[in-house]
Nanobody
Framework: VQLQASGGGLVQAGGSLRLSCAAS????????MGWFRQAPGKEREFVAT????????GYADSVKGRFTISRDDAKKTGYLQMTSLKPEDTAVYYC????????????????WGQGTQVTVSS
């Protein structure tokens, strides 16, 4: 599975952005997806995950209630809808994939996309 993240940009605090993660390959529907982010000078951290069927999702406490992860298997694309953005959400966002089960640990993911920059101004 190859992944291509997009949709980042510059937005004011309180605004919204939707990130996309386009996958290639025929096995996308059997893979869970995750979103991680890395702010300058910080380690990469978990943001959100969805399992292969879309039936189970998980979120970091810092984004719960503001971000929504979803997937469209027909389009082989995963999404991260981000609302009520805060300056502390500024980071490079990465999408990742692994077989079946959702996960919050980046070491469990086998496939990674390139990052997309999200900058939230105050």
């Amino acid at each position: 599975v190859q992944l291509q993240a997009s949709g980042g940009g510059l937005v004011q605090a309180g605004g919204s952005l939707r990130l996309s993660c386009a996958a290639s390959g025929r096995t996308f529907s059997t893979h869970a997806m995750g979103w991680f982010r890395q702010a300058p000078g910080k380690e990469r951290e978990f943001v959100a995950t969805v399992n292969w069927s879309g039936g189970t999702t998980g979120y970091a406490d810092s984004v719960k209630g503001r971000f929504t992860i979803s997937r469209d298997d027909a389009k082989k694309t995963g999404y991260l809808q981000m609302t009520s953005l805060k300056p502390e959400d500024t980071a490079v966002y990465y999408c990742a994939a692994r077989l079946y089960a959702d996960a919050t640990v980046e070491g469990l993911y086998n496939y990674w996309g390139q990052g997309t920059q999200v900058t939230v101004s105050s």
